[in-house]
């Protein structure tokens, strides 16, 4: 059975720095894309960005890239995402995916919840 | 707010059937498939139909889903209690290079 399973819930407070974690079993993660995908009560689910764990070709969508960092460690079967210096405009589920290709994507990790706020 | 327009919420009661609608443009629906989430509250969205109108193994055959032009739809028959859920569209977007999402269905059983 594929499965992603994500690091649990983070608080954090402004400025901190975050790396959150998506782990993957039961398929060949070196020949899928990873997702990361966003959603907060105000804009829905937003695209953050996708990784190749094959070679790490790492895209972001306009709205995250350079506020946010992913990255993959193969030998674990392990992919992040992970922020420098947090703001409270970062808070909101972030669910890691598989991508079939598309927008189809099968299955979603359970999702980390990560709240910033003084 | 969302690339992609859906109806903020749908209702109807046990046995009938309802549509959610998902509107979109060139650059996304009007080139690209469109597939279909269920996400119950504190779970993950769920894959409830891809590529248009296909149903994943274990999907009950009372969902599906149809396209045309730069529109899509999800209908849901013989509605059952347990459909109570949102329900997202998404598609991918040739100008964002990346999928875009719908801003969500509330369905609500009477």
């Known amino acids: 059975e594929v499965q992603l399973v994500q690091s649990g819930a983070e608080v954090k407070k402004p400025g901190e720095p975050l790396k959150i974690s998506c782990k993957y079993s039961?398929?060949?993660?070196?020949?899928?894309?990873i997702d990361w995908v966003r959603q907060t009560p105000g804009k829905g689910l937003e695209w953050v960005g996708i990784?190749?764990?094959?070679?790490?070709?790492?895209r972001y969508s306009p709205s995250f890239q350079g506020q946010v960092t992913i990255s993959v460690d193969k030998s674990i079967n392990t992919a992040y995402l992970q922020w420098s210096s947090l703001r409270a405009s970062d808070s909101g589920i972030y669910y890691c995916?598989?991508?079939?290709?598309?927008?189809?994507?099968?299955?979603w990790g359970q999702g980390t919840l990560v709240t910033v706020s003084s | 707010q969302s690339v992609l327009t859906q109806p903020p919420s749908a209702s109807g009661t046990p046995g009938q059937r309802v549509t959610i609608s998902c509107s979109g443009s060139?650059?996304?629906?009007?080139?690209?498939?469109v597939n279909w989430y269920q996400q119950f509250p504190g779970t993950a969205p769920k894959l409830l139909i891809y590529?248009?109108?296909q149903r994943p193994s274990g999907v009950p055959d009372r969902f599906s889903g149809s396209k045309s032009g730069t529109s899509a739809s999800l209908a849901i028959s013989g509605l059952q209690s347990e459909d109570e859920a949102d329900y997202f569209c998404?598609?991918?977007?040739?100008?964002?290079?990346?999928?875009?999402f719908g801003g969500g269905t509330k369905l609500t059983v009477l």
């Open positions: 990784i190749y764990p094959g070679d790490s070709d790492t």
């Open positions: 590529t248009n109108d």
């Open positions: 039961g398929y060949d993660f070196t020949n899928f894309w």
């Open positions: 995916a598989r991508p079939i290709t598309g927008a189809w994507f099968d299955p």
């Open positions: 998404a598609a991918w977007d040739e100008g964002l290079n990346g999928p875009v």
């Open positions: 060139s650059s996304n629906i009007g080139n690209y498939a």
